[in-house]
């Protein structure tokens, strides 16, 4: 599952807010240099207009923005300060996505030991599953119930509105240790547990 944030058609430059607001006040030509520029590499994305919020720049635009449209904007936004404000990001909003490792054994017969946090996370460095994501927190572990031997690894990730990054690990299946775990979709808190009394 993944939260709604700010809309993907906006584009985030973080930027002093002394400066945005100084940005802002020529707004009308910025938009028109911006259109231009878009124009320049056949891109069909518009700014349609620019607000300051606390993270700095926010450019709404008629379309989500692709790689090179960042680039542009940030190219735009960044000529018109000094070096000492540089602009060195332009981003689309983020949210958050919520997944759950399932299949794993809390205790291992095979080592006599628990599943360990640490191994979780070095699986999660390392496995090319997991590349290009970036956890929103740390990873936690949470027996399935009192009585089974299973665990549920619950994960949080940024993600892009749509949950790309969630649909490229979702249903896959990757080794921790021995054992063979597999990506699923996750509730906003999976790890309230559920009452199975009723």
Known sequence: MTTKGPSRK??????????????????????????????????????????????????????????????????YVSSLFSNANKVSLAWLPQSKSYLKIVDIPFNSEKTNSCILLDKIENVLKNNHLFNNIVLASKPHVIKVSPKSNMTIVCINIWDTQNGSNTKKVINCWFNISSYIAIVCGANMNPEVPQCKNC
């Open 10 to 75: 906006q584009v985030i430059i973080p930027i002093n807010n002394n400066i945005a607001k100084e940005f802002i006040k020529d707004s009308s030509s910025h938009i028109v240099n911006i259109n231009q520029a878009f124009k320049a590499i056949k891109s069909s994305t518009i700014a349609n207009f620019i607000q300051v919020e606390d993270k700095g720049i926010v450019i709404t635009t008629n379309n989500v923005s692709s790689d090179s449209d960042l680039q542009k904007i940030k190219k």
